[in-house]
């Protein structure tokens, strides 16, 4: 250290710590970033020559037949419309109700904190089959509730009802999944920012809703504008959703079509679905990259110091009409289809009168102990377990070097953390069964080529989780520990990781919750040698049998709840414990 000290006349000692040569953990995180870019770039460029190159010259035979493919034009315009309709309404929606609960007195304590994200925690495929059970307009739980309400005022209520397999149903239980991931990403914007503002404004005679609308809103620009990202790429990637509900519906769309092309024909039309992933994945890339030309442009409120505390909005009369707004949403996100599941799954029979004396949990039981649930169920924890350390752990390590090495190298780490994200899981789900697949690989049917597709699509997700837990860590630790002598691999574990692993550990329920239930990724790459749970839940739903589906569906929301449960106590910094 002296020498180096010597050598650069003086200087910083977080400076000293950057010009230090890479040694063995700055080759563990080259050798990372060097697998993510293969497991990455591989597919992609398979992909790239399967669609322009299918037999080794170029021809426009394959494209004439995807785009006179049936149903692919009404699959695409269903689609844009999906997402012009999600993101007009998910991100005003998510805006009100975190600046409601971040910069207002509508709070409601702990339970304003955890229930917007309880969504989040569960597998995804669990809002969609809880809604089923809710809005069948035939068996459904809301119109016999509609009816027998009615038929107190005299009115015959057998044509009035609410279905959930129609337009507005599908936008409906869209927006519900949607809404809680640009909550994060806003919320967390909101309580970052300065109330400097907000009181100058509020002492300036203006309302809370000109607050809003004229200060807070404009102040998280580049929030919105990663909420509207998220949120387009979702709409084309989710296939859970559009397969329980778009499906009755008769309403076809891009993730519907493309998964037919494989799994509903003899041979599989991978070459067509190449070349539709291909276009999706322009569409997206190009919203990426706009998205953050946007936010580099931008210019936007950055106000601040240390200590801030917001003294919240007083929305006087307003504050229990919007307290109730949260509590519906609550109700409509996370009670009501967790609720209708788990009287589903005591019914013998899916009915909607509901019979106390006739209920049992012989339907739960099965779905432990029916073979192919359980084969699914310790399929999908171990991938969950797996794919999540995984992601988390590789995520964490490039993200701590990122910030210690910073510059360009820095840059380019937490760039290539984020790649995956111009992909959307089905795209590179079809990617991943085209380039390892086959031979020399042969991961076709295994877990393993799920555990890829899983850790890569993922990726930016925890690249993000980990980049806000390292920007809260100070220099001096990390200046501190390099002075006494430890080495980086040593500071990494002793220092950095510890004080990193509460975020990680949000990070880490999030991911694992997502891949339990996942339906996406599996609609491609499971089958009957490597079944899942979401493999599963389509299997059982398309047979029909749904106190099974909804059992199974229970299961894994207690095992998804309890785990997560498990990962986020455990993973307290120890000075809270004792608090």
């Known amino acids: 250290m002296a020498a180096a000290l010597t050598e650069t006349g003086g200087g910083s000692a977080h400076t000293i710590v950057r010009r230090q040569r890479f040694g063995f953990y700055g080759a563990i995180v080259i050798g990372l970033a060097a697998l993510i870019l293969f497991v990455t770039g591989f597919p992609l460029l398979r ?53 409601l609960n971040e910069r207002s007195d509508a709070r409601m304590g702990v339970l304003s904190t955890f229930f917007p994200i309880v969504p989040l925690l569960l597998p995804p495929s669990t809002l969609a089959i809880g809604w089923l059970f809710l809005g069948d307009p035939g068996a459904g739980f809301l119109p016999a509730f509609i009816k027998w309400l009615l038929s107190f005022v005299g009115i015959d209520g057998g044509s009035v009802g609410f279905s959930i397999y129609s337009w507005f149903g599908l936008v409906f239980v869209y927006v519900l999944f949607l809404v809680p991931n640009s909550y994060v990403i806003v919320a967390a914007s909101f309580r970052q920012l300065d109330p400097s503002l907000e009181e100058a404004a509020r002492m300036s005679g203006k309302s809370w809703w000109q607050c809003l609308f004229q200060i807070a809103m404009p102040a998280v620009k580049p929030a919105l504008g990663s909420a509207f990202l998220l949120t387009t790429i979702a709409t084309i990637e989710l296939y859970s959703i559009a397969a329980i509900i778009a499906g009755p519906a008769q309403i076809i769309v891009l993730p519907t079509y493309l998964t037919r092309l494989i799994n509903g024909r003899f041979p599989p039309a991978i070459d067509e679905a190449v070349c539709i992933g291909l276009m999706m994945m322009l569409v997206v890339a190009s919203i990426w990259i706009i998205q953050r030309r946007i936010a580099v442009m931008a210019q936007y409120a950055r106000i601040g110091g240390m200590g801030v505390r917001p003294n919240r909005i007083s929305l006087g009369v307003w504050k229990i009409p919007a307290r109730i707004l949260l509590l519906i949403y609550m109700m409509m996100t996370s009670v009501l289809p967790i609720g209708a599941l788990f009287i589903v799954s005591l019914q013998n029979y899916w009915t909607p009168r509901i ?43 490039m993200a701590i070097y990122a910030n210690e090495v ?133 299997d059982i739903y398309e047979s029909g049998t749904y106190s099974n589906l909804a059992a199974l569906a229970v299961v894994v929301t207690v095992f998804s709840a309890v785990a997560v449960g498990l990962v986020m106590r455990f993973a307290r910094p120890r000075f809270s414990r004792l608090t």
């Open 355 to 397: 019979n106390l004396s006739a209920m049992s949990i012989d339907n739960l039981i099965n779905a432990l102990l029916e073979p192919a649930s359980a084969v699914a169920i310790r399929n999908s924890m171990v991938l969950g377990i797996v794919a999540a350390t995984l992601t988390v752990f590789i995520a964490g390590t």
């Open 47 to 99: 992909m790239i020559q399967q669609a322009l190159l299918p037999d080794g010259e170029f021809s426009t035979e394959l494209w004439g037949r995807v785009f006179s493919g049936r149903g692919l034009g009404e699959a695409v315009m269903n689609t844009a419309i999906l997402v012009v309709c999600c993101n007009i309404l998910v991100i005003p929606i998510a805006v009100v109700f975190a600046w």
């Open 406 to 538: 910073g510059g360009r190298r820095g840059q380019w780490l937490g760039l290539l953390t984020k790649l995956p994200s111009a992909m959307s899981t089905l795209v590179l789900a079809i990617g991943l069964l085209l380039a390892f697949g086959p031979a020399p690989f042969f991961l076709n049917g295994t877990l393993y080529i799920l555990i890829i597709a899983y850790v890569i699509a993922r990726m930016p997700q925890a690249a993000i989780a980990s980049e806000s837990s390292v920007a809260q860590i100070g220099n001096q630790l990390v200046e501190a520990s390099r002075v006494n002598g430890a080495t980086k691999g040593r500071t990494f574990w002793k220092v950095l990781l510890p004080l990193t692993l509460p975020g990680m550990a949000a990070g880490w329920a999030l991911i694992f919750a997502d891949i339990v239930g996942d339906l996406t990724a599996a609609a491609i790459l499971s089958g009957p040698r490597n079944m899942v749970i979401g493999f599963r839940i389509q």
